[in-house]
Each structure stands twice: as structure tokens, then as C-alpha cells.
């Protein structure tokens, strides 16, 4: 159990977020922690996220990446999810429990007003800084919560890069800009990967370590996050306005834009994957 005390606040509210929560965006969400399991294990290794740590993991959704980090921290370590909507937590917890991890929680809270506890030893997130209009007072929040030395490692994205390589595949391109376009203008940050850059070091964090990764491929599974996260997204889609012409019948949108993939003879690519740590600086000793 997680004894809280006092509660951390930032000052700004947060904003709508587009993604929303149904059971099928919780599968979506599923699929794609699959996918990037490898990618986000071996950047939360490379950030020193092992064996004993107790970690917060903020935006959890249906708690992938806390899952993925008790399995990095063992039974010796323990893991605190935060996430605010009530029905990704539930599914969350359901999860933890089938795969009987007894060392994972989730609190349900704003990330900007996450209960203070006992210090963590590291911070994590994946795709929640993006969704909030004020990422680096919600980091300098989580930063009061973590011990000096403690790791701060997030994976965010960048659009620029995925949807220049887009471009050839006329299909594939306008169903992604559309997707794009709505993250865009729902307030979400498309290039919150390379911001985190400075985002860190204005939250008094040294300049985070930085990769960047793209995932590959060319089969249905791969192809389908984009029709996936198009579905998720269609009521946003809808209040934007947004033209939905170019991509054609919905219905078929998979099956149409794996046959022009498929005659390019080519692999696609994922969103850029850039992940960025660092650890809090050691109190300064009085001489
Ligand atoms: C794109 S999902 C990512 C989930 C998970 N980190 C993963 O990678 O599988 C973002 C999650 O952040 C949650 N979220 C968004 N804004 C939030 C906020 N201000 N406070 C807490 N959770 C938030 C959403 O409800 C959603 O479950």
C-alpha cells in the first residue's frame, strides 16, 4: 500500500485529451505497447531503471508501461501508476492483477496533481507530456518527487520525420495528416520528443541523454495503428471539420491502404520514437 502525504499542484489545468477511452482504443493501446515493448525496455535500461527502484509512472493508460517497468524493477521494487480516467485505471488494475504483479498500483489523479509520497527513485512516461498544456510545470512537479540522482526518462514523439517519409504513399500520407491534423488542433504537441530537450533543463534537470528510434514494417498488423488511431480519433475528426474525402469508404481504409504498401514493395514507418533521460541533480552538500 502507498502512504501519500500532501499533494503536489501545478497551476495550469490540462487539456482535452483526444484519444479518448473506449474499449477499443484500450485495445489499440494494447497492440501498440506490444509493439514498442522492446524499444521502451531498452531505453528505461539504458536510463538505469532496474532491480529494487520504486518508479512513478504518470499518464499509465491501461498500464503497459508500469507493467513494463516492474518487470525491470523485479519484486523488490514497486511501481505507482497515475492516471485519470476512471475506466483506464480499472482496466489497468484488472491486468496487473491477471499477470499477478503484486509490486504495481495505480492512483487515479491529474498528473499535475499527483498525491506526494515517499521519494521515487525514477519518473517514466510514454505519449502523456505531449497531451499537456504545461509539460515542464507538471516535470518540475515530478521532479519534487523523485530522490537527487533519481532517473526522470520519458519517450515522446516526433511527426516531422514520419510524415516527410509518408509522402510517396498518396493513401498512407492523407490518412496520417488527417491524424496529425486533429492531434494538432486538439492542443496535443506532435513534436513534444525534441522539446523535452529544453523542457528538462528549464525544469532544472541536466540536458537529458536523447535516441531516436522508428519502427518498420509492411505487414496488416503493423499498417493497422493508422486506421486504429483514426478510429479512436473520428469524433475529433468531426468536431474539426476535418476532410475525410481523400481516404474514401472507412470501412475498406486497411484493406486500401495495405494493397498500395504492399505494390510499393516497400516497409512504412512508425512515429519517431525519442526517448530522453536524466537524473536529478545531488543536493549541494554545505562545506
Ligand atoms: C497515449 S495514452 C499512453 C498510455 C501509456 N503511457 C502507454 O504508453 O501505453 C495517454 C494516457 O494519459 C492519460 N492522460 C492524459 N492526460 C492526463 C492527465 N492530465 N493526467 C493523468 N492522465 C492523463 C490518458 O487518459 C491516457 O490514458
Known sequence: MVQFAGTMTTTRPTSHYALGSTDAEHERLIRQAALLAPFTERFFRGAGIGTGQRVLDIGSGVGDVAMLAAKLVGPSGEVVGVERDARSIARARARVAVAELH??????????????????????????????????????????????????????????????????????????????????????????????????????????????????????????????????????????????????????????????????????TWMALVGAWSRKPESRRRT
Open 103 to 268: 509490486n504495481v498500483t495505480f492512483t487515479q489523479s491529474d498528473v499535475s496533481q499527483i498525491p506526494s509520497s515517499k521519494p521515487f527513485d525514477a519518473v517514466v512516461g510514454r505519449f502523456i507530456l505531449m497531451f499537456l498544456p504545461d509539460p515542464l510545470a507538471v516535470l518540475r512537479s515530478l521532479s519534487q518527487l523523485l530522490r537527487p540522482g533519481g532517473v526522470v526518462a520519458f519517450h515522446e514523439l516526433s511527426w516531422a520525420p514520419f510524415l516527410l517519409l509518408a509522402a510517396p504513399l498518396p493513401l498512407w500520407s492523407a490518412a496520417t495528416s488527417v491524424i496529425h491534423e486533429t492531434f494538432r488542433r486538439s492542443g496535443a504537441n506532435t513534436e513534444m520528443g525534441f522539446a523535452l530537450y529544453q523542457i528538462f533543463q528549464q525544469a532544472g534537470l541536466p540536458a537529458p541523454t536523447m535516441t531516436l528510434e522508428m519502427p518498420l514494417g509492411n505487414d496488416p498488423e503493423f499498417i493497422r495503428w493508422v486506421p486504429d488511431v483514426l478510429g479512436s480519433l473520428l469524433p475529433l475528426v468531426q468536431r474539426f471539420n476535418l476532410d475525410l474525402k481523400p481516404l474514401g469508404d472507412l470501412d475498406t481504409l486497411p484493406e486500401r491502404i495495405q494493397a498500395e504498401v504492399s505494390a510499393a514493395n516497400s516497409v512504412v
